[in-house]
């Protein structure tokens, strides 16, 4: 089995269940796989160990939710998205009377969405890191959604937004990780 | 039955994949663990079952208090992982035996009316 198929599947199960349990599971794969291997060709062999990966995520992410790890991880995205939208609000309510010219507004609300974004990253990761991950998708999933239903701001405008919102979310996460790498 | 029943919290009856799981562990005493219990399970079922499945329902069982769970020596056949090895706790034993029980008494005198359907 390559190396990179190995580190796959670790990644999917790692993700589902803990690190010892899932060292585990793949070990039992890998342990059935070579039993398989004395009876059967590479190719049929392959196909059921992807089959059996491909079964499992449905019964592991449902125990995974059980745990409550997704819950915590939904929740806190959510809340941290919401709590940018908010601060993003205040921000540009306050940041906006100082100019009348529109593409200072704009700029100010392209900084204060990024800066929003990149505080509540922060606050996710710190919570859980998957969250803050789920959060830059939702700012992505939502920008789009904005821009696909608005067409009067400018293309800067719009890929700025795209562009910025994700990566000021993973920019502030990367930043809680760092420092908590720095002070433990 | 009633009796067995009533001495029972409510709601410890177990699903059939739990008994079919936990029936497989008891067969392989101490070679339960997450492999040979998926094995067991088709070989004897014939059902195709995943080894998240089997895991998922493992999990449960622990958090239940129906079974308990080790971890082995790593081998080389697993790629330098070790085993996680599965048994059956006293109350698992207790659940199992209602569960198998309520089955029977449920099912007692009814493969008449199957043999006529």
Known sequence: ?184 | MFCYIEQMPRGEFLGSLEQIVMLAVVRLGSDAYGMTVRREIEERTGREISIGAVYATLERLEAKGYVSSFTGEPTAERGGRAKRHFEIEAAGHRVLNASQEALRNMSEGLSRRWKRA
């Open chain 1, 1 to 184: 089995m390559s190396p990179l198929t190995l580190a796959l599947s670790q990644r999917i199960l790692e993700r589902l269940m803990p690190p010892a349990q899932a060292e585990a599971l793949l070990g039992d794969l890998l342990e059935e796989r070579r039993l398989r291997l004395q009876a059967g060709s590479e190719v049929s062999v392959s196909g059921w160990y992807w089959r059996q990966l491909a079964s499992s995520v449905p019964a592991l992410l449902w125990a995974s939710m059980r745990r409550g790890a997704w819950l915590v991880t939904v929740v806190t995205a959510v809340a941290s998205f919401i709590a940018a939208f908010g601060i993003q609000l205040v921000l540009e309510s306050v940041l906006s009377p100082m100019t009348t010219s529109k593409s200072v507004r704009a700029v100010v609300g392209i900084l204060s969405f990024a800066a929003a974004l990149a505080a509540c990253g922060y606050v996710a990761a710190s919570i859980r890191l998957g969250a803050a991950r789920l959060l830059a998708f939702l700012v992505f999933a939502a920008t789009c959604a904005m821009l696909a239903t608005s067409t009067r701001a400018p293309l800067w405008y719009e890929g700025s937004l795209l562009v910025l919102g994700p990566v000021a979310t993973i920019a502030g996460a990367t930043l809680s990780g760092w420092l908590r790498r720095v002070w433990l």
